[in-house]
């Protein structure tokens, strides 16, 4: 059957890079992506898929099911870009339509092989050979917001049994290097207007209560963990000179390793916000988006995917990729291949040095960033306490490609992100299908996951009645 498997992605290959293809023409960003999914929905209704649209309130959230019965799997998909990263395929900055989005995260690659995957499990389950449930759950916006988590919120994981992801990158590996917890608040300031140089003690500056709340920020950096991040940038500040300022906003990221610590941390910036307020007689309003957990994986997970990763092997990267990668890797910031060094340990050291002089990443890579906490968030933390979750990595561009880059949009349009998402879809499909072949696997993941989680029921990390932020893009 894995056989099987892999003969029909092959032989299917150039639909599913052309679902990718149909994504990446069309970057859109998050909670907007009403191209790109229907592209992937149209796939899967095409194959006869069960898809159900428009869920927990957001227009491009879907779900396709193929199967019946038990066991339940997930592969969980993105397809969300990101402003100002339009990109053509070319090893310089060469923009198709300037200040538009690009596929800079590479998420164009990451929803067409959660259904090519999808798509090739459904044969055999057509075919009598397997039987259970296949679904991908198309979820948008993760760049920004937690889209997963509103759908956790409104049930649409709680049969789930196993749920399998992955991600573009410049190394092949099972992701064992975790993410940080988040939450994404706008702070609302509403002062009063007045002539700034006629009357300027009518006037109550939002604009000085947002620069009062980042200094004040600024100086918390110093009494907070050092592994905790804060960054913030201002929407709103004024009109003119010569008004003063009735409304300001600062959009915060508020992140830290662990969930609660988010929390405490968040508590201590509020109470920043609300001094700033009191200092410049304003009114504050905390506009709150979102929230995410930290990433942990369910290791019987993680075991599966790296048999699958080390059994088809990485890509095979021709000379002409190469000749690319060397090209793009010239456009890079020193020591951007280095960054890898920090997330690995002293064992893989030698191994990384020389996979760092590489253009490409022509092997496997294991354990890489076992113990570390990488700097940015995701929504599959979300998953991880929710139900046995696994993600991994695919090379889809050059070593040491700068994350949310033109030069990931670059990589993700042509041949070294098709080989990866190829890659993906293989190692997807090959793990669905040991879940739905092996009963014990299944329960063997469910134990794990109970046992870390000390079966503690999983709780939104944002406001119960909080809705998708569609505001954010009036």
Known sequence: MK???????????????????????????????????????????????TVRENLAKMPTAFIASYGIGLPIIAIV????????????????????????PGHGCGHNLLGAAGVGACLAIKQLIEAGEIQGTIRFYGTPAEEMFNAKGYMIKEGLFDDVDVALTWHPADINSVTYITSNAMNSVIFKFKGITAHAAGDPY???????????????????????ISEAKIHYCILKGGDAPNIVPANAEVWYFVRSPKRHQVDELYERVIKVAKGAAMMTETELEIDVLSGTFNTRYTPSVQEIIDQNLTFVGPPKFDVEDVQFALELQKTF????????????????????????????????IYNFGKGSVMGGSTDVGDLCWKMPTAEFMASCMPIGTPGHSWQITASSGMSIGHKGMILAAKVLALSALDFMTNSDLVHKAKEDFKQWTENRPYKAPFPEDLIPPFRQYN
């Open 3 to 49: 056989s099987k498997i892999l003969d029909w992605i092959d032989s299917h290959r150039q639909t599913i890079i052309a679902i990718g293809q149909k994504i990446w023409k069309t970057p859109e960003v998050g909670l907007l992506e009403t191209k790109s999914s229907k592209v992937l929905v149209e796939a899967l209704k095409t194959a006869d898929f």
């Open 77 to 100: 998909g993105e397809f969300d870009a990101l402003p100002n990263l339009n990109q053509d395929t070319t090893p310089f900055k060469n923009p198709i339509n300037e200040g538009t």
């Open 202 to 224: 009518n006037g109550r500056s939002a604009l000085d209560a947002v620069e009062l709340m980042n200094v004040g920020c600024n100086y918390l950096r110093e009494h907070m």
């Open 333 to 364: 910031p020193k020591g951007s291949a280095e960054g890898h060094l920090k997330y690995i340990p002293n064992n893989q050291l030698e191994q990384m040095k020389n996979l760092i002089k590489k253009p490409l990443c022509d092997e496997i």
